[in-house]
């Protein structure tokens, strides 16, 4: 099932469409974690889960949704490394009214293990410097509706004896995240202990248009707008420092 996936011409509309789904469902409620894990260094949590890409399909069809594991800072040997992908969120087009998960026509999530709407992917255990990539296989049904479905991302794995584990945006309240992105001031910051996570990792989705050409409307609809759910942490790595786990 793992194999590298080119990030051909899809990527740019399937982009677009996350951008407008993310930004409109950054206040809808979610499940926080209720346990705390030891933070990561700063940035380093973008190294560990990348090239993210949903596949664009039409109803009825099926795709693969890629990813890239790796530890390409030498952190530590990383073992029981586990992949949480959870498909949590619709956003219909036209419309772009956004609703928890349709009840029938969802796109199932398929490994060779099982399938459903959420997935843990088991990978192997990477030494410091190495990588892995891979994929789960993506189904659609006839009755799918046409929109775009978010996939919130978990990763937890074992290093030097400590659990770690890295969760997106989608897994946690508004509440949560505005206390803990932003300061009493206004200004950015990434407080990890509050959200009880080692990091954050991007999201991405799975489009769904009735035909090739219908992505053309999000990418109007998409103009001007930025990656939302998977740039926003990235903007606060970058936007404020580090200091007792908050960022």
């Known amino acids: 099932m793992r194999r590298l996936r080119s990030a051909g011409g899809r990527l740019l509309p399937i982009a677009v469409a996350t951008a407008i789904f993310l930004t409109a469902i950054l206040g809808a409620p979610a499940t926080a974690r209720a346990s ?26 099926s795709g693969t949704l890629s990813f890239h594991v790796g530890d390409p800072a030498r952190f530590a040997p990383m073992t029981v490394v586990t992949l949480t992908l959870d498909v949590y969120a619709f956003n219909a087009f036209p419309g772009n009214a956004t609703s928890s998960v349709a009840s029938a026509g969802t796109p199932v999530l398929v490994t060779p293990s099982g399938s459903g709407t959420v997935v843990n992917v088991s990978l192997p255990s990477l030494d410091p410097g190495a990588n892995d990539a891979g994929s789960v296989g993506v189904a659609t049904a006839t009755n799918t509706p046409t929109g775009t479905f978010a996939v919130r991302t978990a990763l937890a794995f074992v290093a030097n004896g400590t659990d770690y584990r890295l969760a997106s ?10 206390s803990a992105t932003i300061l009493p001031n206004g200004s950015a910051t990434l407080n990890l202990s509050m959200l009880g996570v080692s990091g954050v990792t991007a999201e991405t989705s799975i489009l769904v248009s009735s035909s090739s050409w219908a992505w053309a409307l999000a990418l109007i609809l998409g103009a001007g707008l930025v990656l939302v759910g998977a740039g926003a942490f990235v903007y606060f790595r970058r936007a404020s420092k580090s200091s007792s786990g908050a960022r």
């Open 169 to 178: 945006r989608g897994w946690f309240s508004e509440s949560l995240w505005e």
């Open 36 to 61: 705390t894990y030891p933070p990561l260094p700063l940035g380093f949590d973008a190294t560990l889960l990348s090239n993210l890409t949903g596949p664009d399909l039409t109803p009825g069809s």
